[in-house]
């Protein structure tokens, strides 16, 4: 389960901020975070305003590529086959990961595919308008981990007591 903080809208003309990723098992308590430093000179305060952290903060992060490949080696490291790409918005979370990975190691260990929470969600309700929001045990605080850690909560619950067919190698 991975969830993103960004400066902007899309990855490339603005930044992933930090990421924050939740193997999905049953004790939930391997993950990862990243912090990245801005790769634009460009962003929307706003945006930025919802990681809690300042422009003059990101600058100091970690370099990109080095995250990304720290990134790797984690999946690498606590997953076998190939790793399945989880988020609560995986149309935003994605795109910025699957950008980062290519853009500055040429390669995703997630490949080109990924799965929404939501989605999954609703099929088992059979209802495109199911709420699971609440279904989270963690706050949704917009840090990363926290959030991905609500959102792999929820996944689980689903495999648990909804008979969701997912593997938790």
Known sequence: MVDIESDGPIPGDFSM???GAVLVDEHLDRTFYGQLRPISEVYNK????VSGFT????????????????FKNWIIENSKGR??????????????ICWYF??????????YSSRRLSDLFCGLEKDTFAKWKHLRKTL????PVDDAMGNAE?????????????SLK
């Open 102 to 111: 290519h853009h500055f190691i040429q390669e995703n260990p997630f490949g």
């Open 17 to 19: 901020i930090s990421f």
């Open 154 to 166: 929820v996944l689980l619950m689903m495999k648990q007591e909804m008979d969701l067919k997912i």
């Open 55 to 70: 422009r003059e903060e990101t600058l100091q992060f970690n370099e990109p590529k080095t995250v990304m490949l720290d």
């Open 140 to 143: 949704h605080t917009h840090n």
């Open 83 to 96: 790793p399945i790409f989880i988020s609560d918005n995986n149309g935003f979370d994605w795109m910025f």
């Open 46 to 49: 706003d945006a930025l305003a």
